[in-house]
């Protein structure tokens, strides 16, 4: 089973779960963060950690958009991760993993008996992705991409191997233009690369992702611009 779902101390109002999901020989653990009070149906956002990173480094974002109505799954990536020896080359593997992911989750919807059933939207998802996981969440977005991604925001990210295709999907950047990770120039590329509605926000004065911190002075607006990306192009009803 899924096991049980347990709350969250910050935002009451939000329960998380993990979902022991594996896809072949590649071990895919996954949190969700959804609100404790399911009603109708809620749009999931697929998160993506970058490398040496792990879902819960990103916890207070992913609970401040459960807390909104969403269902955020973050899988822990087998090579990526802060857990054990990364191997960059393996996010080309990653988007593919985030493509099983996403389809587990919303396959709950029909799972008699389990805390989602009857209430995800399976018509409509985001895709969020931080630094290397910005560059799998723009590797989702390739020719006969999963139709119900409806947005993605990439964040640091990078443009990635397989050129953009499939239905249209409205994209947020969000970049700092003191990052010397990943330098703004790549997500620059990445954004020039894409041929739908876009949008590119340049965080002055910001490295890589310190903006993500609920400590940094930027994480308001980028918090607040994520969300309401999200809540435009992904409503919850």
């Known amino acids: 089973g899924y096991g049980s779902a347990r709350a969250v ?3 009451p109002r939000v329960l998380e779960r993990t979902l022991p999901l594996e896809r072949g020989a590649r071990p895919l653990p996954t949190t969700v963060w959804f609100p404790a009070e399911l009603g109708g149906r809620h749009p999931v956002i697929l998160f993506s950690h970058g490398l040496g990173g792990l879902p819960e480094q990103f916890a207070p ?3 401040q958009w459960a807390a909104a109505g969403y269902l955020v799954a973050a ?3 087998p090579q990526t991760n802060g857990r054990g020896q990364v191997n960059a080359r393996d996010v080309r593997n990653q988007p593919a993993d985030a493509a099983y992911v996403l389809d587990r989750v919303l396959a709950l919807d029909d799972v008699a008996g389990d805390v989602f059933a009857g209430h995800v939207d399976t018509g409509r998802v985001a895709a969020v992705g931080f630094s290397a996981g910005g560059t799998t969440t723009l590797g989702m977005l390739h020719a006969g991409h999963h139709p119900a991604l409806r947005a993605a925001v990439s964040i640091a990210g990078r443009r990635p191997l397989p050129a953009f295709g499939g ?4 994209l947020l950047f969000l970049h700092g233009d003191r990052d010397r990770v ?4 790549a997500g620059r590329d990445a954004f020039a690369a894409v041929p739908w509605p876009k949008r590119f926000e340049t ?3 910001r490295g890589h992702g310190e903006y993500l911190d609920p400590g ?3 994480y308001p607006y980028a ?3 994520i969300l309401d990306f999200l809540a435009t192009h992904v409503p919850v009803r």
């Open 216 to 218: 940094n002075p930027a």
């Open 9 to 11: 101390t910050a935002r």
């Open 167 to 170: 239905p249209a999907t409205p």
């Open 61 to 63: 974002l992913a609970e």
């Open 182 to 185: 990943v330098p703004i120039k």
């Open 223 to 225: 918090s607040s611009l």
């Open 203 to 205: 965080m002055i004065g």
């Open 75 to 77: 899988p822990v990536y």
